[in-house]
């Protein structure tokens, strides 16, 4: 019983001194910590009752907050509230579209919800929607099973509006792979993002569509450093799309473990042509190669060292064996000299052919007039029958 009554005597005080003008304050303790309007929650949820209503930045951390229930609820109204911090919650899931309402937090700009467990949005995909004001999104190591999430995720952001987003943190999620429609905000409406981040999700390849600049025209900053990519080609249309963007975008792709084979040429080429801005782009390196030589290398200074020579020039989907390859120069070989021996035998063959179609035409033409004798031997055959003539009465 002293327990519960020491926290809310700690959080009278901290309410007290943190709705009391231009005054810093900062108590140590394990409960909560105040600064003007800024005021930290630590190990244990508040009631919403004893939150100032006045307060701008709200942070709740190291609780064991499994379910997030109606905003009201948990936080009351906030006018005021620009920043609200739920980092390291346990957040497991929202339990529904009001869990984060509008109504209640009007001014709301930043959200920050990282290092939770989150596992699904089915009861509340609108959970962000409504949010007018929202300026930034952090979820970064946000959920407990990125890659099944992934779909709800979509989901929940195709039912969002976010008319004023500009910046989106996914950071640390082991999405992957991630679907072109994962930023189509409302249902495929004009945003005004302008920085994405995915560091550090596994991702192995980007979808075509995925950066649309005719959806984020606003666009200009792209974070997809130390994820697992090994080849970029424009078979996936992902370098077009970023060209579209012109010098106004920026990327990072450093740390991905690039493998300066003859698929990367392309590549190769597109980053030292791109009116686009890549970060450090000189610390892009071969992480492996075919030719042990290359590794380590900084993949803009190749010139001649990726030998696509042997390719000739045809672009076949995977990582091609040397078996395969031969094979295909081979029967290559095999109708080209086909085509010579036809062209220097030209004169035989035409000659063979006008016998054999001549041939071909008197048999057809023998056997049309054998018919024809038939004919007439059958109908030689034939009695005449002479018409009888009846007598004549006298």
């Known amino acids: 019983m002293w327990l519960i009554s020491a926290w809310l005597v700690l ?84 339990a529904s579209p009001g869990s984060l309402h509008h109504r209640d937090l009007p001014s709301l700009q930043e959200l920050i919800l990282d290092t939770n467990n989150l596992t699904t949005f089915v009861d509340a995909y609108q959970v962000f929607n409504g949010l007018k004001e929202l300026q930034v999104l952090s979820l970064r190591n946000a959920f407990q099973d990125s890659r099944h999430i992934i779909s709800n995720l979509t989901k929940a952001f195709t039912h969002s509006s976010f008319e004023s987003l500009q910046e989106l943190r996914l950071d640390d ?77 920026s990327i990072n792709l450093t740390g991905n473990p690039f493998n300066c084979n003859c698929d990367l040429e392309l590549f190769r080429t597109w980053l030292n042509d791109t009116k686009v801005h890549i970060v450090d782009k000189h610390s892009l390196i071969c992480h492996k190669a075919d030719n042990v030589n290359l590794t380590g290398m900084s993949i803009a200074s190749l010139t001649d060292e990726l030998d696509c020579t042997a390719h000739l020039s045809i672009y076949i989907p995977g990582q091609m064996s040397l078996p395969y390859t031969i094979l295909i120069i081979i029967f290559s070989m095999i109708g080209v000299l086909f085509l010579i021996v036809m062209y220097m035998r030209r004169q035989e063959i035409h000659t063979w052919f006008f016998t054999t179609g001549t041939a071909i035409k008197e048999v057809f033409c023998s056997s049309r007039t054998g018919y024809s004798d038939i004919g007439r031997v059958q109908r030689s055959e034939v009695p005449t029958v002479e018409p009888e003539v009846p007598p004549t009465e006298v």
């Not at 910590?33 to 709200?58: F, H, Q, R």
């Not at 560091?199 to 959806?215: D, P």
């Not at 025209?217 to 579209?244: C, H, K, V, W």
């Open 11 to 94: 959080s009278s005080v901290c309410l007290h001194i943190a709705t009391a003008d231009n005054e810093n304050c900062e108590l140590e303790n394990v409960t909560c910590e105040c600064e003007g309007k800024n005021i930290t929650y630590y190990n244990t949820w508040p009631l919403a009752d004893n939150i100032p209503s006045e307060v701008v930045s709200l942070t709740i951390t190291g609780c064991n907050k499994t379910k997030l229930r109606e905003s009201k609820t948990e936080f009351g109204y906030l006018k005021d509230l620009l920043v609200l911090n739920l980092t390291a919650n346990n957040i497991q899931k929202f």
């Open 173 to 249: 999620n082991d999405f992957g792979v991630i679907g072109r429609d994962l930023f189509l905000f409302d249902g495929g409406k004009r945003s005004v993002v302008e920085r994405i981040s995915l560091r550090n999700c596994s991702l192995t390849y980007i979808q075509k569509g995925t950066f649309k600049t005719e959806l984020m025209p606003e666009l200009n900053y792209i974070d997809l450093s130390m994820n697992r990519i090994e080849e970029i080609t424009d078979e996936q249309g992902f370098l077009s799309a970023l060209d579209s963007f012109g010098n106004q975008l």
